[in-house]
């Protein structure tokens, strides 16, 4: 099945291709309507055949002198010419709208300033918040897997925290979204929903030591909590739609309650479009009448069942609340994964945001 880049590519061809069809034979008519030739176009420069006397046209002179004022206005009126003229216009404010250079905006020197346009709230503490760029066709410049800081003077200090966009340059340009849990003591969180459609917040980056690419592993297991998630998402969202993208996801992503589960419309399509390369089991502490997922906090049991076994060519990724963090390393060291270091690097097996 064509992904939608290359079935847009084959209407578009198959259009300009029926078009220019389409012209061609009504210029010939057009032409051979005033006794114009194609073929004898082609013995441009010969001498004129005195036993051909229909085969007048043998030089461009001729057709130049032959085509009148009268000829270029009737020629410019044709449904023909003008739905060529509408195609060319077309094209060019595709090529000028959609294809031209996406400039990536970060830049991990400098403190950059983006306002707010839209807020989504999801839950009483939960929100998509939209930040646009400057340009339409602007893009973070953020490579899969790594972060940005937000940073606010908060009573007077210098506040800064990490925060993973929700959106990709690959799919989304000009603006830029963040998933955010607001914290009734929190700083950044707390300031964040504060503001007003059109504030700004300063962001720097691309900060992070995780780069996610097609080829870097077969195996990838995931565990999240809350707004952990975003991470896990960027990268599941990349691996899902690159049909060149084989690494097997197993997502084990915990919660509190049911309506606390965050992006799950967004996992979901991505679980029924992955092929079954995409997994996901989910841990509630307060689950429904019902449930199939887990129950309580994310045990070891859990872990060795949805995880990959590390033996194999594979990384876990974690990213949630301390405690749960903490309780995971536990888990996985017990299972004889390789313990994740204070500040993890890409090389590593296990991989703490
Ligand atoms: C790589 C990375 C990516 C991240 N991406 C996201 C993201 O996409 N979305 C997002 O919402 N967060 C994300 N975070 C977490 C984020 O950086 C902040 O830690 C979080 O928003 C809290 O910051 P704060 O300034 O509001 O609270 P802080 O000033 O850090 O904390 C103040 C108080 O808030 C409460 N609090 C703060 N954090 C927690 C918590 N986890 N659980 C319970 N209480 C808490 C506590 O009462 C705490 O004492 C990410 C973190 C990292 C390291």
Known sequence: MPNRYQLLFLVSFSLTFGLLLLVSFWVSSWLAARDIHLRNLILIGLPKDPQHPEMDVHSIQDFVQNFSREDAIALAQTPTFLASAGLVAVTFLYFTLFTGERKPVLNPNEWKEFPLVLK?????NTAIYRFSLPKSRDVLGLPI?????????????????SYTPTTLDHFDQGHFDLLIK????????????LLKIGDRIRVKGPKGAFKYHNKLTGHLGMIAGGTGITPMYQIIRTSVWDSGDATTLNLIYANVNEEDILLRDELEHL?????GRFNIFYVLNNPPPGWKGGVGFVTKEQVAHYMPSQEKDCKILMCGPPPMMGAMKKHLEELKYPAPRTISKIDDQVFLF
């Open 120 to 124: 989504t709230q999801l839950s009483p």
């Open 271 to 275: 679980h029924h479009n992955s092929a």
């Open 182 to 193: 607001t914290y009734e003591k929190g700083n950044i969180s707390r300031h964040v929903n």
């Open 145 to 161: 897997g790594q972060h940005i800081q937000v940073s606010a003077e908060i009573n007077g200090k210098d506040v800064m925290r």
